[in-house]
């Protein structure tokens, strides 16, 4: 099946400091991205969905300005948390698909941020 | 406001014996629905999907679509430790997003 890479696997960091994380489709063009943030024993809640070559749709009560995320092209997409607090740690994953509507999931490996 | 709903358990299940996990969800709109398995601390892995009424097999694993009463559900024959995990539900909105459940946590018992 289809390989999405995602990087770091984990990262810790400190209170006010920005982290980014890569997302990338290794064997495919991901048209669409999406990225979802998950809480211990909790769902994957979706944060904002990107498509190569346009700005992302985030999800209600996701701040745009704090979660950047940037898809420059088809095999990779990037979040970038911005002055990281303790509240954003999680485990943060991205997924992948080829078509805008339809096709498989492609599930990266998850990024545990923590911050200090 | 979209609702997938799923006991979340933990569902403990003897070794050999079939697991049966339910989801219920309130988007009418949605066509399409997953199942994923997740290892705890891994990212989600894709078990089956399916989007007609009735029932799809795949190897140890049915899902099975009522959408009429909005419920899907899978179930799991002769279980093994390693299934052990948490099953997410998920439904597509009309968008192609996944909705995903809480999650039902299994336990096989050896």
């Known amino acids: 099946g289809a390989v999405v890479s995602q990087h770091p696997s984990r990262v810790i960091c400190k209170s006010g400091t920005s982290v980014k994380i890569e997302c990338r489709s290794l064997?495919?063009?991901?048209?669409?991205m999406f990225w979802y943030r998950q809480f211990p024993k909790k769902s994957l809640m979706l944060m904002a969905t990107s498509n190569e070559g346009s700005k992302a749709t985030y999800e209600q009560g996701v701040e745009k300005d704090k979660f950047l995320i940037n898809h420059a092209s088809l095999t990779l997409s990037t979040l970038t948390v911005t002055s990281a607090h303790p509240e954003d740690s999680s485990f943060y994953i991205c997924?992948?698909?080829?078509?805008?509507?339809?096709?498989?999931?492609?599930f990266g490996e998850g990024s545990r941020l923590t911050v200090l | 406001q979209k609702e997938v709903e799923q006991n979340s358990g933990p569902l403990s299940v003897p070794e050999g014996a079939i697991a049966s996990l339910n989801c219920t969800y309130s988007d009418r709109g949605s066509q399409s629905f997953f199942w994923y398995r997740q290892y705890s601390g891994k990212s989600p892995e894709l078990i089956m999907f399916?989007?007609?009424?009735g029932d799809k097999e795949d190897g140890r694993f049915t899902a099975q679509l009522n959408k009429a009463s909005q419920y899907v559900s899978l179930l799991i024959r002769d279980s093994q430790p390693s299934d052990s995990a948490t099953y997410l539900c998920?439904?597509?909105?009309?968008?192609?997003?996944?909705?995903f459940g809480a999650g039902t946590q299994v336990v096989v018992t050896p």
């Open positions: 997924s992948a698909r080829a078509g805008q509507y339809t096709g498989e999931l492609f």
């Open positions: 399916i989007y007609s009424n």
């Open positions: 064997d495919f063009q991901a048209t669409t």
């Open positions: 998920a439904p597509t909105d009309s968008w192609g997003k996944l909705q």
